[in-house]
């Protein structure tokens, strides 16, 4: 049986996530981000599910890691994100006044907490803040996770999809250590790299001009000072494509004159949310 390993706590997203991709695997939680991806880099038959981006709050955090470990990218998973509040089994809503989870949540379900006149308390992720009032016991605590949080933790949810947006929702990367890609066929894929340019003025401008060229179309490009620098950048990139097209190919090449480092993270079929 394979391994997926996730950040956070039994009921967390990042778990749900690990379920909906692969369900019969021994899934794993793991403190902290950087323990994920280093378990991963040491483990052959190990995968890791980590979230990469929110629709609503943006990049979680992770480039650094991706950068550090270069892990191999097999799949993307795109998750709806609905957020519960959650209390004691005996409790309601009304006796609610303190609401505790990752800083995140909180703020994607700000408009409730603001129309309940909640208390917020910040925890370091949604699934723990959960496991922590259903120890505490106390009818006025209540927490913002999933409802597979409420099932693990045997709470009661007191409200439903508290989300400011419903289109909340979270792209999630499977990695490992090993390299594998699909086959060149009809289906839409993604390629995902990371680079860092040579030090040259108007260097981004000239390194890109490839994709202009042969029409291929960047769906992400961020850019990340390296650790401890700030005249240092790298650039994470994902395209539309395949590696193995030769429009694909030829763009990269162009790209590689201008760098000073490249690496292909890892080419995958386009997840389906993509064509909502």
């Given at each position: 049986?394979?391994?997926i ?9 990042s778990?749900?996530?690990a379920l909906e991709v ?5 899934i794993i939680p ?13 483990e052959?038959?190990s995968?890791i599910?980590i979230p990469?981006s929110n629709?609503?709050?943006g990049?979680?955090?992770?480039e650094y ?5 270069r892990?191999?990218i097999y799949?993307?998973h795109?998750l709806k994100i609905e957020?519960?509040l959650?209390?004691q089994?005996?409790?309601?809503l009304?006796d609610?006044k ?5 800083t995140?949540?909180?703020s994607q379900?700000?408009n409730?907490?603001?129309q309940n ?12 803040s959960a496991?922590?009032?259903?120890k505490?016991?106390i009818?006025?605590?209540?927490a913002?996770a999933s409802s597979?949080s409420?099932?693990t933790?045997k709470l009661k ?11 909340n ?8 250590k090993e390299?594998?890609q699909p086959?060149?066929?009809?289906k839409?894929?993604i ?9 040259k ?5 000239q ?7 042969n029409?291929?179309n960047?769906?992400k490009?961020?850019s990340y000072p390296?650790?401890?620098s700030?005249?240092?950048y790298?650039?994470l990139?994902?395209l ?16 590689g ?5 490249f690496h292909v ?5 386009a997840?389906?949310?993509?064509e909502?």
């Open positions: 049986m394979s391994k390993y996730f950040q956070g706590t039994f009921g967390a997203y778990h749900i996530a692969e369900p019969n695997a021994e793991c403190k902290t981000f950087d323990e994920c991806f280093l378990k991963a880099s040491l052959n038959n995968r599910v990469e629709r609503i709050t990049n979680i955090g992770i890691l991706i950068f550090k470990y892990l191999n799949a993307e795109f957020h519960n959650l209390g089994l005996g409790s309601s009304s609610v303190d609401v505790f989870s990752h995140q949540a909180l379900c700000s409730f907490i603001k006149n909640l208390v917020e308390h910040i925890r370091a992720d949604t699934a723990g496991e922590t009032i259903s505490n016991k009818k006025s605590e209540a913002i597979l409420a099932k933790y949810i007191l409200a439903s999809n508290i989300e400011n947006e419903n289109s929702t979270t792209r999630f990367l499977v990695m490992g390299v594998s086959d060149f066929g009809k839409r894929y390629t995902s790299f990371l680079f860092k340019l040579k030090s003025p108007a260097a981004l401008y390194s890109l001009g490839g994709f202009a060229i029409g291929i960047l769906t490009l961020q390296e650790q401890n700030f005249k240092s790298f650039f990139c994902d539309d494509g395949h590696i193995e097209d030769p429009k694909v190919q030829k763009s990269l090449e162009e790209l004159l201008h760098c000073q480092d993270l890892g080419v995958f079929k997840d389906k949310f993509r909502n």
